[in-house]
């Protein structure tokens, strides 16, 4: 075993990772050891947007997990891409910049999360950001994170977007601003037409200041916890075994999968759930890998009757255009259009949010069409289902036994066939007319919420948005595993920092507010103010 002394180490260089690197490692007297099981992320496709769709099958850079049989989804297993390379998810992921509505954060407040606010985090997101717009009330200009209205989306998106309106809906300027609600075209953390991931924007910079140590292909097997106390990380690197020493904390922002399998491998977790696995209890909390949380997503597909799509276009001329001029089709995001719509009265906020992708996009965009199509997926925002993460084994090496327990509550269900309806209310409507052929999926046949709800079962995803494994909460409620301060109940100096905290799912994709939750995390490790709130 082979032995260093840092500050802090971090297990994981995803977004949340690789944003505590940058800000812990600020001062040049503090070091910090981040430990990554992925390798680095030099890929072409890595960096060119467009590239996300070569990101979704299991390889290099994408743990390919799968979930166990679900049983209200007809005994299905799921597949659940998550990043295995510095930036983690931000890596391969479609790059949409979304924080939520400020009613998840207010309610994360009401669950007795002092600190966690919409107006406590919204100081944060700002400060995290570059956004090309300019500074606002709700949006920053100093941070790393480079966010940016897309280069080239297709031109069929404005016609969705048209007949969205048509169907009733709002147009939506920002999706961050005042008001979620509404349709229209995400904004992207992309900066010059290329990913702009979490390792660009926090972990490169960090790492050339010369105090932040970064070991690719590190596979962490455990913290080590001393007398209540965690000392240090265990991990193989190049077939040997290491003891890395913590002066100061050990951090877990492995995410919502691999955080509460770690913890359990370190004997954190539920005693009886451990001891069936031979591992000895350093602290028997039993909130640890409960209330997982997914968006789960089912997708409408029509036949496009033009070659407006991306499933025909010229990949050598796309690929030259981009590498030329970092423009066209290259940069796409692939979901370039979409937005929040409330599926009945009186919500609190938008209950489910569509991403417009044109081109046909099946099983994960591993499936490839040679026709044209258009792809409207509908997202569940705030799912009552819970799931777990379980240990298969106490082999570090081992893949966690994931069950999201989708659709187990009937409201799920419920959302996703109203949602659904909408999605076919806008396909409808004349700005789709030239566009529009048969209806793949759900199919024209499929009319009845019966057959909707039998659809659903058969046909839904996951968008990739898990969280809440590892819950913050107050000392009263029995279920969380962190304070809120991110402190693991019964170690000390052992902290949880990734989206595994989160109490509930925000209503929206994740990555801009799992930076959020490391930006925050940052200053109450360091015990600093919160960054002042600002209109510009």
């Known amino acids: 075993m082979a032995g260093t002394d840092y500050d802090y180490i971090i297990i994981g260089a995803g977004s949340a990772g690789c944003t505590l690197a940058y800000r812990l490692g600020a001062d040049p007297s503090v070091t910090v050891l981040v430990l990554e099981a992925g390798k680095p992320d030099t890929h072409f496709f890595i960096h060119m947007p467009a590239g996300v769709v070569n990101m979704a099958g299991k390889g290099l850079f994408n743990w390919g997990y799968w979930t166990e049989p ?4 007809n005994g299905r297993k799921m597949y659940w891409p998550r990043g295995k390379t510095l930036g983690g998810s931000s890596s391969i992921n479609a790059m949409l910049y979304i924080r939520g509505h400020a009613w998840d954060y207010d309610h994360w407040r009401q669950l007795g999360n002092a600190g966690w606010s919409y107006a406590d985090v919204l100081p944060y997101f700002i400060k995290a950001q570059h956004n090309e717009r300019g500074a606002s009330e709700f949006h920053g200009v100093d941070g790393p994170l480079n966010v940016a209205d897309q280069v080239s989306p297709a031109r069929i998106n404005t016609a969705f977007v048209e007949a969205s309106l048509q169907a009733g809906h709002k147009r939506a300027t920002d999706f961050n601003g005042l008001m979620q609600d ?24 960090a790492m050339a200041r010369g105090n932040v140590t970064v070991l690719t292909e590190a596979r962490t097997a455990r913290v080590v916890i001393e007398n209540g106390r965690a000392t240090g990380v265990a991990y193989r690197k190049d077939g040997q075994d290491h003891i890395a020493h913590a002066t100061r904390e050990v951090v877990l922002s492995g995410g919502a999968v691999n955080s509460p399998q770690l913890l359990m491998l370190s004997g954190v977790g539920p005693a009886d759930h451990l001891r069936q696995h031979g591992i000895a209890v350093a602290a028997d909390v039993p909130g640890v890998g409960g209330n997982l949380q997914d968006h789960l997503d089912a997708a409408t597909l029509y036949h496009c009757t033009t070659r407006d799509t991306y499933d025909t276009s010229n990949k050598l001329m796309t690929l030259a255009k981009y590498v030329f001029s970092k423009s066209g089709p290259g940069t796409s995001c692939i979901a370039e259009s979409g937005g929040f719509l409330r599926t009945g009265e009186g919500l609190a906020a938008p209950d489910v949010q569509l991403h417009f992708i044109p081109a046909f996009v099946i099983d994960h965009g591993r499936t490839k069409m040679t026709t044209n199509g258009m792809t409207l997926h509908v997202c569940q925002l705030r799912p009552e289902s819970r799931g777990t993460i379980r240990l298969k084994s106490a082999d570090p090496l ?5 069950d999201a327990n989708y659709l187990a509550e009937p409201k799920d269900l419920d959302v996703l066939v109203k949602g659904t309806r909408l999605a076919r209310e806008i396909f409808a409507q004349a700005a789709m007319t030239p566009y529009r052929g048969a209806e793949l999926e759900p199919g024209a046949g499929k009319v009845s919420d019966a057959d909707l709800a039998t659809w659903v079962r058969a046909r839904c995803e996951t968008i990739y948005h898990p969280v809440g494994s590892c819950k913050m909460g107050p000392s009263s409620d029995a279920t969380a595993v962190v304070d809120s301060e991110l402190r693991v109940r019964g170690v000390e100096r052992l902290r949880v920092v990734d989206a595994s905290i989160m109490p509930t799912l925000v209503g929206g994709n994740t990555n801009a507010p799992t930076i959020m939750i490391a930006e925050r995390a940052a200053d109450l490790m360091l015990g600093a103010a919160a960054p002042a709130r600002e209109a510009a």
Do not use: E, M, N
């Open 398 to 402: 081992a893949d966690a036994a994931i």
């Open 70 to 73: 679900q049983a209200h989804c």
């Open 182 to 205: 509404g349709i229209g075209f995400y904004q992207v953390t992309q900066k010059g037409g290329k990913r702009w991931s979490a390792a660009q924007a926090y972990l490169r910079p």
